[in-house]
């Protein structure tokens, strides 16, 4: 009875995420800072003309929107999994200075290219250093916390990431001061997704599909894991080797989310904890229901971050951070109690 109970919380669960995201998605596409008319709106979707109206729908908004939904729930499928392998409810790709050392990584990229002229800086180069920055500062981390070669201790994981997170995105800025780089780099410190288009949006979708899909193969081992280390060495896994793959994935879906909208803070800590709330610590169902409402959380974000103030535009790490600090710190208390 318990089992059915739980698999019809994780059908809602889905059913309404879903529509949820589909509402969102379509919110998104007929918002903006130009009014275009509900017809308009839904002849773009399926006619291709070279009218300003259509091609700000399918070039613009549509490659926004769509990678809104998956930078959202890539992060928030990172978060889930740093929580299970880690037993640690506060890690989240930026609360453990990932995606700072994905944006430095991308200063660097700006730097050589300012250094050297002829040097031309495509989306994948980009990709490639935010890959660099994150797995360095990914495995930092992890080395700076770990109390011996089984156990990483949840505290110094925490802290080590704070500390190394406040250390790069200060180095990013301070780049891009020394260098002029300040109006290059914001986007990327600040995090948005101004700059989206279908070829990041191919991206996204290939890579971070790939890593999604070896998420859910690699969930009932990180399950497992989650229940504790004295757990999971019993049942004969290899606790290192989850966690190193688990890293890798981790990796792939931050660095990948942060080339395309930059360093966008908390979403990888707000969804997981909810939907772990409702469903319990099963990452079988928490990894593609982290998915589906990262996306919801991005998208409607997004959707804050542009209407709020135009035709000026909020940066959106701003808005997932006011959402994102307030569970921080209820979880940080919750674990003091």
Known sequence: MGKQNKKSKVIILLIVGLILLGFGIFISISLGAKDINFNTVINSLFNNSDDINTKIIRDVRVPR???????????????????????????????????????????????????YKDLVISSFSLMVFAFLGASISGILVYFFSSRSRRKVDPVKLALAGTALGTLLISLAMGISMYFNLSKELSFWIQGGLVSANFEGVKMLVILGGIAFVFAMLLSKKITILSLGEEVAIGLGENTNKIRFLSILIVIVLTGASVAVAGNIVFVGLIVPQIIKKIIGADYKFIIPLSMVYGGVLLVFSDIIARMINQPYETPIGSITAIIGVPVFIYLVRKGDK
């Open 65 to 115: 929107a769509l990678a809104a939904l998956l930078v959202g729930g890539f992060l928030s499928v990172a978060g889930a999994i740093m929580q299970g392998v880690t037993r640690n409810p506060i890690a989240e790709p930026s609360v453990l200075g990932i995606t700072q050392g994905a944006t430095f990584a991308i200063a660097i990229a700006f730097v050589l290219q300012r250094v």
